[in-house]
């Protein structure tokens, strides 16, 4: 099952978007790893039930530069630290910044900072000049002691989301409310014929016409555990109460059961915030 998730999300195919085939691999047990120059191929793999989100899913970043990180590491072997990568791969500030966003370099054990840090020296001439020149000092040059440089929480988050399009932790952990609704996917069919709330993760909806020509929509949501359960939104409520963005929503509607088959009929929606940014 999780190689078949693996060839889903490697052509692109599907109805969902990638990330719901990722969120599945999850469910079967898989632990989902960013990018890493040592780890990943050009596309996603497994080994094992570790799953590399490959190279190729980090947007901006130059299909010529993926392959050739992925071609360098199987001819000369694993990258040993931030200067040997930067050495044999001559790589631009551009695609090395993003692969120092991603976390691909982690393996150094330099948190993003401290890569910055040195990605500026690596390609920056007045930096290497003066290091040159420290190495033929008279001992008398003043010590340079590096600042202290954290990451935030959430910050991984938000460079996933912005690199690959969606966090590779769960959507819920970056929400400003702790509230995860009256209850779980699991539980719907208990609740027929009551109005209840539900927080759920945007997966897709369906556009409908109906007979009076007025818009409805079928929407797929994911719960706080990871569960699939499905909405509808008449034309007056849809409305009222728009799909504005992906996200998480809170849903208040009453629960229907169609041939043995329970979802809610949406009374009202409304889109949560996530928790704050930390890079701005």
């Known amino acids: 099952p999780l190689e078949f998730m693996v060839a889903v999300i490697n052509n692109f195919g599907g109805f969902y978007r990638t990330q719901v085939y990722v969120h599945e691999a999850r469910m079967q047990g898989a632990t989902i790893q960013a990018p890493c120059v040592n780890q990943s191929a050009y596309l996603t793999t497994i080994y094992d039930d570790q799953l590399y ?18 071609e360098e590491r199987i001819q000369n072997g694993l990258y040993r630290s ?31 900072y401290e890569l910055m840090w040195e990605k500026n020296t690596a390609h920056s001439p007045q930096s290497k000049h003066h290091l040159t020149a420290m190495l033929f000092s008279d001992g008398l040059t003043e010590s340079l002691e590096l600042p202290v440089l954290k990451e935030t929480m959430y910050e991984q988050a938000f460079d996933e989301i912005e690199l690959l399009g969606f966090p590779l932790c769960s959507p819920f952990d970056l929400l400003q409310t702790t509230y995860r609704g009256d209850l779980i996917a699991k539980n719907l069919k208990a609740y027929v014929g009551k109005t209840v709330k539900m927080v759920g993760y945007y997966v897709t909806r369906k556009h409908v016409t109906t007979v009076n020509r007025k818009l409805m929509n079928f929407g797929t949501w994911l719960d706080h555990e990871g569960h699939f359960f499905d909405t509808t939104h008449f034309p007056t409520v849809l409305a009222r109460y728009p799909f504005k963005s992906a996200g998480c929503y809170l849903l208040q509607g009453k629960v229907v059961d169609d041939f043995d088959f329970p979802s809610i009929e949406v009374e009202k929606m409304a889109k949560l915030p996530f928790v704050r940014d930390p890079r701005y």
Do not use: Q, Y
């Not at 989100?53 to 992925?70: N, T, Y």
């Not at 931030?82 to 150094?108: C, Q, S």
């Open 53 to 70: 989100i490959g190279l190729i899913h980090i947007h901006s970043l130059k299909k010529c530069i993926a392959e050739r990180v992925v």
């Open 82 to 112: 931030f200067d040997d990568f930067v050495n044999r791969m001559d790589i631009g500030k551009e695609p090395l910044e993003l692969l120092i966003r991603i976390g691909a370099l982690r393996f150094t054990g330099l948190n993003k």
